[in-house]
């Protein structure tokens, strides 16, 4: 309907978002009616939603005319930003930022890189940027998950670790075994929403593509494209990650550092 | 092998929990540290292996200052037993062999079931460990930690955890292993009756400092 009434696309998105806005806005007077009072929630969040992904597109529309060079510069420092981020679920580990860096640089870096030369990632940057940021954005899930499960056991196995370093053995097999525990828990929900893919949801590049009128079969296979690279980039993160972290909880001669133990 | 330990201190949060300790015990001596609780002495035992790093001072083993030994080297000439047996997952026969794996040698099934036999537990190879009770388990870390071939044993309350018989039981088990192997033991424990048992001297700890010999 709001076509017919809106012929220019960027007045067509607005008049979009006001119906939208709507909707959410008569959900929370109904949640009102019952009781439910999230109205100074959300119509902050409503705001703030509209307000950043409004000046996310403006800031994609300049950088969208820049060269490709600058695509590269800004996964640099979207890298470093995950990095941060994953720090903080780590917390408590030492050198968590280096390592969750190494992490998602190395496995989302790598993938990104190979993909672009194989030609499955256009090097443009409206390709570029947006499936970039996705791959490093799930590498920084994958190894902030890695990291937070490491944590745990290696805090509910202090008793084995130290045994095992006092029975003459290297740090590396010593934490091995939880290691390797928490790149499986980290890969899990990769791979479940891989099994699922198309029964349970049908995720978001396949529903833009469709939307955007290309042929489904094609926005199917560059959904499973995107899935696979997606359970590439989390391994490879999950995995730096843990080895990485493996190393950097212990000292020079081979124990176990303090704030790990206590 | 002789222990000694030279003004070994540990500062943990601005307090000395090992505290200027000198110790020295000679070869196949027993040496039983007592004291209360916070005294500090899973902390020195923990610095005679270098699970945790000496603030200031070392300890020599035969004279060579330890810090010249590569951790892995000096933790195997210097087994551990612990209050809880940490025992890792699998059958019994993988716990006896884990540390001699660590240097790439891998015990027969004869020189596993001779082990297993000097804990009182022949035949349990193939037993999955968590099977096993707590006295069992305990024997495994015993059998598990002389697979070393250790010189020294650091022994941490091994039979605290254990109900009265099979505290007995170890207790017996290790005083036996001990004498034969001429093992240099230091004990700690906050049984003082049991000290005296097994002691050929016996330190008190308390603060962190090693208080009187008797």
Known sequence: ?262 | MKLETRDLTRVHEGRAIVDHVNLAVATGEVVMIVGPSGAGKSSLLRLLNRLDEPTAGTAFLDGVDYRRIPPRELRRRVGMIMQTAHLFPGSVADNVRFGPRQRGRDLSEVEIERLLSRVGLSGFGDRMVDRLSGGEAQRVAIARALANDPEVLLLDEPTSALDDSAKAAVEDLLSEIIREESLTCVWVTHDTAQAKRMADRVLVMQNGRLQMTS
């Not at chain 1, 005319?65 to 981020?85: D, N, R």
């Not at chain 1, 640089?105 to 190979?114: C, E, P, R, T």
């Not at chain 1, 590049?205 to 290309?214: F, K």
């Open chain 1, 1 to 262: 309907m709001l076509n017919q009434f809106f012929q220019d696309p960027i007045q067509l998105a607005t008049a979009q978002a006001a119906v939208a806005i709507a909707l959410a806005l008569g959900m929370m007077f109904i949640a009102a009616w019952a009781g439910i009072h999230l109205e100074k929630e959300i119509l902050i969040a409503l705001l703030r939603g509209l307000v950043q992904v409004v000046a996310v597109g403006a800031v994609l529309l300049f950088i969208f005319q820049g060269p490709e060079l600058l695509g590269f510069v800004i996964l640099a420092g979207m890298m470093a930003l995950a990095a941060k981020t994953a720090e903080k679920r780590a917390e408590g580990l030492p050198d968590a930022f280096r390592v969750a860096l190494f992490g998602i640089a190395l496995g989302g870096g790598s993938v990104i890189l190979l993909m672009t030369w194989a030609g499955v990632i256009d090097p443009k940057l409206t390709s570029l940027i947006p499936i970039g940021s996705m791959i490093i954005a799930n590498s920084m899930n994958a190894a902030s998950l890695a990291l937070d499960r490491f944590q745990g056991e290696i805090r509910s196995h202090v008793g084995h670790i130290e045994t095992a370093l006092a029975l003459g053995a290297d740090p590396k097999t010593a934490v091995q075994p939880y290691a390797r525990a928490a790149v499986r828990a980290s890969l899990i929900p990769r791979i479940d929403s891989l099994r699922t893919l198309g029964i349970v949801w049908i995720p978001g590049v396949m529903t833009g593509m469709l939307l955007a009128g290309n042929q489904p079969v094609h926005a199917a296979l560059y959904q499973f494209v995107i899935m696979a690279m997606i359970l590439a980039v989390s391994g490879l993160a999950s995995l730096i990650s843990a080895l990485l972290m493996a190393g950097a909880i212990f000292t020079p001669a081979e124990q176990l550092k303090i704030n790990i133990r206590v």
